[in-house]
């Protein structure tokens, strides 16, 4: 691990090596299938741990893969990490899975890096690395899960016209918003910090729109680490998305 890397840095620099980690694992091939996922959550997890204990010793640290512990409610700035989002889709070999690393500073997510290294030649987004937006389309296109999309989403999409593209995991969502690949990325029906708080960060970044879905923002680092809902979007959409999610009729469960 290279020293004297600032928080920006540190987020893109354990996202990219754990996202090569991933790699390896996948390639070696001595697992499949749920094995597979369950191979690169702990392999990843490790690394991520042990390097952010080494690098920032007096932070705290919430991991999806790891047991959670009250001594972070006492530190403003907490590391929040999703060692490998899409556990589902990396061990079917697919390309939709991503790697989180987020710094929450007194609760907003302030420092952030997504890879995604399924992708042809990997991408890294992160907070550091902020540019120009693509054009948006003519329709506005909307992700939802490739398994079970939220009928909320289906309700917003219906409304406003929305192409829905299905893919998988979270992160992967959420910066194919940054990416230009989508316009809107709605979730409901659960998630948990580490699921959205890189994500956030890296999209705050990119000048998008990121809050829960009636408005209130995003706010990491809680007792309960339960997110139930994300809406990552253009700016210029927010407000009619907020709109449509506040149909009282609107129900349904994500991913």
Known sequence: MSAGLDDA??????ADYAGRILLLVRDSGLFTGKALGKAGDQVANQFLIHALREQRPDDGLLSEESQDTPDRLGKR???IIDPLDGTRE?????????VHVALAIDGVPTVGAVAL???????????????????????PRLAVSRTRPAAEALTVAEKLGAELVPMGSAGAKAMAVVRGDVDIYLHSGGQFEWDSAAPAAVALAHGLHASRIDGAPLV???QDVAMPDLLICRKDMADSLLAACRNPHIGGKDA
């Open 77 to 79: 700035r907490v590391w």
């Open 220 to 222: 990491y680092n809680q």
């Open 117 to 139: 290294p399924g992708l042809d030649g990997g991408i890294l987004l992160a907070t550091d690395r902020a540019g120009p937006l693509p054009e948006a389309a003519a329709r």
């Open 90 to 98: 990396y061990g079917e070999g697919r390309s939709d899975w991503a």
């Open 9 to 14: 840095a540190l987020a893109a620099h354990l």
